[in-house]
Antibody, heavy 117, light 107 residues
Framework: EVQLVESGGDLVQPGGSLRLSCAASGFTFSNYYMHWVRQAPGKGLVWVSRLNGDGGRTDYADSVKGRFTISRDNAKNTLFLQMNSLRADDTAIYYC??????????WGQGTLVTVSS | EIVMTQSPATLSVSPGERATLYCRAGQSVSNNLVWYQQKPGQAPRLLIYDASTRATGVPARFSGSGSGTEFTLTISSLQSEDFGVYYCQHHDDWWWTFGQGTKVEIK
């Protein structure tokens, strides 16, 4: 059974940093593109970032480019999102997702990031 | 970035009735169109991909159609468990865009 479990969400002050993790199980982690998608409170879904299977190619939404870094540890089946220079509009539930042919097949339960003073 | 526009924003449907949701792309996306269902407090669930292919385990009452710029998600006979927000999504090689969602309410 495919499982994605996010962690690391917290309350952080504007300008601060946070590192999210996503532990994957039930599939060959290194074979898949992995993504982060976020959802602000009461709002819709927004794609944040993507990483290919070997970690060599990254893509970012313009809103997070230069501030967020996606990475993975295939030996530990874990995806990461390092978030720096956090702003109030980064407040959201962050979902880890596995994609196949452009569709998000599996999702974690999400982890809440709140940016506030 | 291709803008995806969903309508209506909210749809109130009685159990057993048909629900039709729309998604329009700002330019042609061929059949690269995906639908998700999200219930309150839950992660999204993949329903339809490639515009019309049901994901594993999705009931046959859910169907998708369309190509190019106009797409439809139809729930043929709405069940009480079908309430929630439905999102369409497009992807190209390096960008993923969601519509703003349609909330389906049980009348």
């Amino acid at each position: 059974e495919v499982q994605l479990v996010e962690s690391g969400g917290d309350l952080v002050q504007p300008g601060g940093s946070l590192r999210l993790s996503c532990a994957a199980s039930g599939f060959t982690f290194s074979n898949y593109y992995m993504h982060w998608v976020r959802q602000a409170p009461g709002k819709g879904l927004v794609w944040v970032s993507r990483l290919n299977g070997d970690g060599g190619r990254t893509d970012y939404a313009d809103s997070v480019k230069g501030r967020f870094t996606i990475s993975r540890d295939n030996a530990k089946n874990t995806l990461f999102l390092q978030m720096n220079s956090l702003r109030a509009d980064d407040t959201a539930i962050y979902y880890c997702t596995r994609s196949s042919n452009g569709r998000f097949e599996y999702w974690g339960q999400g982890t809440l990031v709140t940016v506030s003073s | 970035e291709i803008v995806m526009t969903q309508s209506p924003a909210t749809l109130s449907v009685s159990p057993g009735e048909r629900a039709t949701l729309y998604c329009r792309a700002g330019q042609s996306v061929s059949n690269n169109l995906v639908w998700y269902q999200q219930k309150p407090g839950q992660a999204p669930r993949l329903l339809i991909y490639d515009a019309s292919t049901r994901a594993t385990g999705v009931p046959a009452r859910f169907s998708g159609s369309g190509s190019g710029t106009e797409f439809t998600l139809t729930i043929s006979s709405l069940q009480s468990e079908d309430f929630g927000v439905y999102y369409c999504q497009h992807h190209d090689d390096w960008w993923w865009t969601f519509g703003q969602g349609t909330k389906v309410e049980i009348k």
